[in-house]
């Protein structure tokens, strides 16, 4: 809702209300996409975000990292569509691996065990342990990236930590969440 | 593996991730947000544009941002017609209903240029629906997934190929969800010529489990009403009887990683101390309810509170 050019209930001009969001969660969704792809990519990733963010800003609610990430992680996703990387955080994740544990043989083996049992993972499962992992969300905020219930992201821990831990039962399949 | 999955899962972060203030520093920044509030307006303001001066453009940042606002096909779904089927649906258990393309889908072109369609019939059968979009050049599919109650008629996924989120929900029904915003509707560019793919939510069938479901409590919801958000275990457990529901019980959990993180999650608790208080709760499948409770207050939000209490 409007009035002269400000959302009504938020203090401000729309240029202001989006360059507090932008200053305060600039950081979070940054590192979020650094994690994920190469830093050409997280740049584009970036701007668009925040492009997106800007040109719906009254769609935007009141906590916003969770609505931010939501939307890197889809254009996220279009990136790699568009590109045919498919692997493309598996890929990500071995290059640090390899680039930091050579001379340490046994935290090597165990590092490829868990590249290894997170690639066994669907893309939803993968996402869903990294949000808690890397990026320091609660299983509330995790939900809301992923556009799922709460109920559907509680299960997703608990299947990877299976596959992690012990040649357990199979993963169940994971619920429909909102791309 | 004795470690802490998320402590293993954490250790293999990359570490450019901790260091974007070295990878973006100001002057980047500041560039990005002019090139970005110099663009185009946020929708729902005033369309007067300004444009960046060729001479002003960079390449530092790729040349992403948009400059051209295109006509809109607008998708909603006939609230009234939803509940009314939905009704229907819930008193004679029937899940489709065969019905020729023309009467699932109404197409209009909105006084703005936008083309509004609306879903008369949202539990026509799914190819029922896929051709009404076919008919007007677009390759949409439709599928529909079980859901608690307060969904039903609602969208729960889209998905697209036409790049950068064309197809986006539509925001603007009366459910409540965790996700934030109640889509009842879709835009699609008009210019669209991609692949969509649209989840819709239905009933739920006997035996199935709901693939999407909002807070327990909220309107429409086997709980609504109820009071129980917030209240201590010992305070539901006669009304969760009373409800002749089967209850899964969580609790909320805080692991501590060697490196001082912590990474918050839930798990199965069979006993939940009587004292401890709802924090949260999903049917999962009618009659089933999965509760998250703690041993610390839930911490009253008033907002949230509000809304999964609306009409009590």
Same mark, same amino acid.
């Given at each position: 809702?409007?009035?002269?050019?400000?959302?009504?209930?938020?203090?401000?001009?729309?240029?202001?209300?989006?360059?507090?969001?932008?200053?305060?969660?600039?950081?979070?969704?940054?590192?979020?996409?650094?994690?994920?792809?190469?830093?050409?990519?997280?740049?584009?990733?970036?701007?668009?975000?925040?492009?997106?963010?800007?040109?719906?800003?009254?769609?935007?609610?009141?906590?916003?990292?969770?609505?931010?990430?939501?939307?890197?992680?889809?254009?996220?996703?279009?990136?790699?569509?568009?590109?045919?990387?498919?692997?493309?955080?598996?890929?990500?994740?071995?290059?640090?691996?390899?680039?930091?544990?050579?001379?340490?043989?046994?935290?090597?083996?165990?590092?490829?065990?868990?590249?290894?049992?997170?690639?066994?993972?669907?893309?939803?499962?993968?996402?869903?342990?990294?949000?808690?992992?890397?990026?320091?969300?609660?299983?509330?905020?995790?939900?809301?990236?992923?556009?799922?219930?709460?109920?559907?992201?509680?299960?997703?821990?608990?299947?990877?930590?299976?596959?992690?831990?012990?040649?357990?039962?199979?993963?169940?399949?994971?619920?429909?969440?909102?791309? | 593996?004795?470690?802490?999955?998320?402590?293993?899962?954490?250790?293999?972060?990359?570490?450019?991730?901790?260091?974007?203030?070295?990878?973006?520093?100001?002057?980047?920044?500041?560039?990005?947000?002019?090139?970005?509030?110099?663009?185009?307006?946020?929708?729902?303001?005033?369309?007067?544009?300004?444009?960046?001066?060729?001479?002003?453009?960079?390449?530092?940042?790729?040349?992403?941002?948009?400059?051209?606002?295109?006509?809109?096909?607008?998708? +909603?779904?006939?609230? #009234? /017609?939803?509940?009314?089927?939905? $009704? =229907?649906?819930?008193?004679? @258990?029937?899940? !489709?209903?065969?019905?020729?393309?023309?009467?699932?889908?109404?197409?209009?072109?909105?006084?703005?240029?936008?083309?509004?369609?609306?879903? +008369?019939?949202?539990? #026509? /059968?799914?190819?029922?629906?896929? $051709? =009404?979009?076919?008919?007007? @050049?677009?390759? !949409?599919?439709?599928?529909?997934?079980?859901?608690?109650?307060?969904?039903?008629?609602?969208?729960?996924?889209?998905?697209?190929?036409?790049?950068?989120?064309?197809?986006?929900?539509?925001?603007?029904?009366?459910?409540?969800?965790?996700?934030? @915003?109640?889509? !009842?509707?879709?835009?699609?560019?008009?210019?669209?010529?991609?692949?969509?793919?649209?989840?819709?939510?239905?009933?739920?069938?006997?035996?199935?489990?709901?693939?999407?479901?909002?807070?327990?409590?909220?309107?429409?919801?086997?709980?609504?009403?109820?009071?129980?958000?917030?209240?201590?275990?010992?305070?539901?457990?006669?009304?969760?009887?009373?409800?002749?529901?089967?209850?899964?019980?969580?609790?909320?959990?805080?692991?501590?990683?060697?490196?001082?993180?912590?990474?918050?999650?839930?798990?199965?608790?069979?006993?939940?101390?009587?004292?401890?208080?709802?924090?949260?709760?999903?049917?999962?499948?009618?009659?089933?309810?999965?509760?998250?409770?703690?041993?610390?207050?839930?911490?009253?939000?008033?907002?949230?509170?509000?809304?999964?209490?609306?009409?009590?």
């Amino acid at each position: 809702m409007k009035a002269n050019g400000r959302s009504v209930g938020w203090p401000g001009s729309d240029e202001q209300r989006f360059e507090r969001l932008y200053e305060q969660h600039f950081n979070r969704v940054a590192s979020y996409l650094v994690a994920r792809t190469n830093r050409d990519s997280a740049a584009e990733a970036l701007a668009r975000t925040f492009e997106i963010a800007w040109r719906r800003l009254p769609d935007v609610p009141a906590e916003p990292l969770g609505w931010l990430l939501g939307v890197a992680r889809r254009v996220l996703a279009e990136q790699r569509r568009a590109q045919s990387r498919q692997d493309a955080l598996i890929t990500r994740i071995a290059q640090t691996a390899t680039e930091v544990s050579h001379d340490h043989a046994e935290a090597f083996a165990a590092r490829e065990l868990v590249i290894a049992a997170i690639g066994d993972l669907t893309p939803f499962q993968q996402e869903a342990l990294l949000l808690v992992a890397w990026d320091g969300l609660g299983e509330r905020e995790a939900a809301a990236v992923l556009g799922c219930s709460r109920g559907a992201l509680a299960l997703r821990p608990q299947a990877a930590r299976r596959r992690v831990g012990a040649s357990g039962p199979q993963v169940e399949s994971p619920r429909r969440c909102i791309e | 593996m004795s470690q802490n999955i998320f402590e293993l899962v954490r250790n293999l972060r990359p570490a450019d991730a901790g260091r974007v203030d070295e990878l973006f520093p100001e002057g980047r920044r500041r560039e990005l947000f002019q090139q970005i509030v110099s663009s185009e307006r946020p929708i729902a303001a005033a369309p007067a544009r300004r444009r960046l001066a060729p001479s002003r453009r960079t390449r530092s940042w790729p040349s992403t941002i948009r400059r051209a606002r295109r006509p809109a096909l607008i998708w +909603t779904l006939g609230v #009234a /017609a939803v509940a009314a089927v939905a $009704a =229907a649906l819930l008193i004679t @258990g029937s899940a !489709i209903r065969p019905q020729s393309a023309a009467g699932a889908v109404a197409f209009r072109t909105a006084p703005n240029g936008d083309i509004v369609a609306t879903v +008369t019939d949202p539990f #026509a /059968a799914e190819g029922q629906l896929k $051709a =009404a979009f076919a008919e007007h @050049g677009l390759d !949409i599919t439709v599928n529909l997934v079980p859901v608690s109650p307060s969904l039903v008629g609602t969208v729960v996924y889209t998905s697209d190929n036409g790049g950068a989120s064309a197809i986006q929900p539509l925001h603007g029904g009366r459910c409540v969800t965790g996700g934030g @915003g109640c889509a !009842i509707g879709l835009k699609i560019p008009a210019t669209f010529t991609g692949k969509g793919y649209i989840t819709l939510g239905r009933p739920a069938t006997p035996g199935e489990t709901y693939e999407s479901q909002a807070s327990a409590f909220a309107p429409g919801e086997t709980l609504h009403c109820s009071r129980l958000l917030g209240a201590r275990v010992a305070t539901a457990l006669p009304v969760l009887r009373a409800h002749n529901l089967s209850v899964e019980w969580r609790e909320d959990i805080t692991e501590r990683s060697s490196d001082g993180s912590s990474f918050g999650h839930s798990q199965t608790d069979p006993r939940p101390p009587a004292n401890n208080y709802i924090w949260d709760a999903l049917m999962t499948a009618p009659g089933r309810v999965m509760i998250w409770t703690a041993p610390t207050p839930w911490p009253a939000d008033a907002a949230h509170g509000a809304a999964v209490n609306q009409g009590c």
